[in-house]
Antibody, heavy 118, light 106 residues
Framework: EVQLVESGGGLVQPGRSLKLSCLASGFTFSNYGMNWIRQAPGKGLEWVASISSSSSYIYYADTVKGRFTISRDNAKNTLYLQMTSLRSEDTALYYC???????????WGQGVMVTVSS | DIVLTQSPALAVSLGQRATISCRASESVRSSMHWYQQKSGQQPKLLIYGASNLASGVPARFSGSGSGTDFTFTIDPVEADDIATYYCQQSRNDPYTFGAGTKLELK
């Protein structure tokens, strides 16, 4: 069974940093691209960042470019999102999602909440 | 960025057909996917590649369309289908989502 379990969220002050993790199991992690997708309270879905299976290709949404860094450790089956210079508008539930070859996100974690507030 | 436009809400009766539309600001060919999100849960993939049913998804769900106009259908609607439905395109980076259509009971 495919499982994606996010962790590392919490309450953080504006301008500070936070690192999210997503532990994958039930599939060969190193064969799949992975993504972070977020959802602000009561809002829709926003793709944040993606990383290819071997970390060769990395993309970011304009809203986080230069502040967030996506990475992965295939030996540990773990995806990361390093978030710096956090803003109130980064407050959201952050999901990690597996990227299928057809461009869809076929499995999602349960999400981890990040709240940016003083 | 490609903008995906969905109607905010749709009211439907149990046992009837629900049709949700998604219009793209430019052609995405068949690179359109549909997700269901129930309250308090993560999104779930239902349809990929415009018309392909994801694994384990009931045949009551279907998708059609290509280019800029896409349709997602539930027939018949069951009580468990009450949720918000999102379209998503993967034709161009950045991948974008529609704002979601909330399916409500009439």
């Amino acid at each position: 069974e495919v499982q994606l379990v996010e962790s590392g969220g919490g309450l953080v002050q504006p301008g500070r940093s936070l690192k999210l993790s997503c532990l994958a199991s039930g599939f060969t992690f190193s064969n799949y691209g992975m993504n972070w997708i977020r959802q602000a309270p009561g809002k829709g879905l926003e793709w944040v960042a993606s990383i290819s299976s071997s970390s060769s290709y990395i993309y970011y949404a304009d809203t986080v470019k230069g502040r967030f860094t996506i990475s992965r450790d295939n030996a540990k089956n773990t995806l990361y999102l390093q978030m710096t210079s956090l803003r109130s508008e980064d407050t959201a539930l952050y999901y990690c999602a597996r990227h299928y070859y057809s461009g869809d996100f076929d499995y999602w974690g349960q999400g981890v909440m990040v709240t940016v507030s003083s | 960025d490609i903008v995906l436009t969905q109607s905010p809400a749709l009211a439907v009766s149990l046992g009837q057909r629900a049709t949700i539309s998604c219009r793209a600001s430019e052609s995405v060919r068949s690179s359109m996917h549909w997700y269901q999100q129930k309250s308090g849960q993560q999104p779930k993939l239902l349809i990929y590649g415009a018309s392909n049913l994801a694994s384990g998804v009931p045949a009551r769900f279907s998708g059609s369309g290509s280019g800029t106009d896409f349709t997602f259908t539930i027939d018949p609607v069951e009580a468990d289908d009450i949720a918000t439905y999102y379209c998503q395109q993967s034709r161009n980076d950045p991948y974008t989502f529609g704002a979601g259509t909330k399916l409500e009971l009439k």
